[in-house]
Each structure stands twice: as structure tokens, then as C-alpha cells.
């Protein structure tokens, strides 16, 4: 998605590797979600979570498009952290719709040093994606996305 709407608004061209590393891509996480891909169980609703995948990787397409425009204008650091704010700022509208905030998080210090760790980890994450974005072609920043699964697998374990 990333590279079709890149070159349907003129900022990289189709080419033969980046086409094949796209299917490539996507062939590992075909591997790395496994069967649950192509199983189906006629359930009602079954495919609101491939919808919500779908959706989601359209934004991160349309993201990785629209974000060189003003990374191209302005330095890295202050973008990555607008977007950050702004992304705050709608999951806690939704979280407020889900009474999050009617009752303080009870959470262990542990579980406090987890959240900030997540938190500083997904901030860095996002800087150096939009990092690469400035100074790379959007399909192949997105491409490297697709290593997130097998990442998450080993670090985890």
C-alpha cells in the first residue's frame, strides 16, 4: 500500500526490487501469523479483525507517504513529537469514552516501570522511523516494519 500510494502522488517509482522486497515482506508475515491467516471458522464478525489490520496498515501507509512532506520542511525531533502528543491526545479521548479515567491505575511498581519502559521504547521507535522517512524512500522504511513480529518473537523470548 505504501508504495502504490507513493507512486500514485509522485514520490517513488515502482521498481522490480522494491516490489519483490514488498512481497517478501509480506510473505513474513504471512509466516509469522501462520494458519490463523487462512483459517475460518463461519463465525459472525470474523473478519472485524482482518478489517482492523487492514485499516491499520492503510494508515501506516498514508503515514509513511504524508509525514517526508513535512519532514522535508521541518527537523525530525519536533514532528515525532506532535504526532506523538497527537496520538496521546485521541486514545485518550477514547479511553475516556471507556471510563479509564474514572478510577486511578493501580499498578505495582513494577508495573509502572513497564508502562514507562514501553512508553520510552515507543518513542524512540517513532523518532527513528520518522528518521529514516527523512532521509529514505517511504516503501522502504515501511518494508522493514514487517520485522516487527519476528522482533517482538525473539526479544520476548
Known amino acids: 500500500m505504501t508504495m502504490a500510494l507513493a507512486a500514485f502522488l509522485g514520490q517513488e517509482r515502482f521498481t522490480g ?3 519483490i522486497g514488498a512481497l517478501l ?3 513474513g508475515v504471512g509466516f509469522a501469523v501462520g494458519e490463523k491467516a487462512i483459517q475460518r471458522r463461519g463465525e459472525a464478525g470474523e473478519w472485524i479483525g482482518e478489517l482492523g489490520v487492514f485499516g491499520n496498515a ?3 501507509a498514508v503515514c ?3 509525514y ?4 522535508q520542511k521541518f527537523p525530525t525531533l519536533p514532528v515525532s513529537a506532535l504526532a506523538m502528543l ?3 491526545g485521541f ?3 477514547l479511553a475516556a469514552g471507556e471510563e479509564f479515567f474514572n478510577v486511578w491505575p493501580r499498578f505495582t511498581a513494577i508495573g509502572w516501570l513497564a508502562a514507562l519502559f514501553i512508553g520510552v521504547n515507543s518513542g524512540i521507535g517513532s523518532y527513528f522511523w520518522l528518521w529514516a522517512l527523512n532521509r529514505t524512500a517511504p516503501t522502504k522504511v515501511t518494508v522493514f516494519l514487517a520485522l516487527s513480529p519476528g ?3 525473539i526479544l520476548g523470548s
Request: aromatic content about 4%; overall charge positive.
Open 64 to 66: 509513511s507517504v504524508l
Open 17 to 19: 526490487a522494491k516490489t
Open 68 to 71: 517526508r512532506l513535512y519532514l
Open 86 to 88: 497527537a496520538s496521546v
Open 151 to 153: 522482533t517482538a518473537a
Open 58 to 60: 492503510l494508515c501506516g
Open 25 to 27: 515482506a509480506i510473505a
Open 91 to 93: 486514545l485518550a479521548v
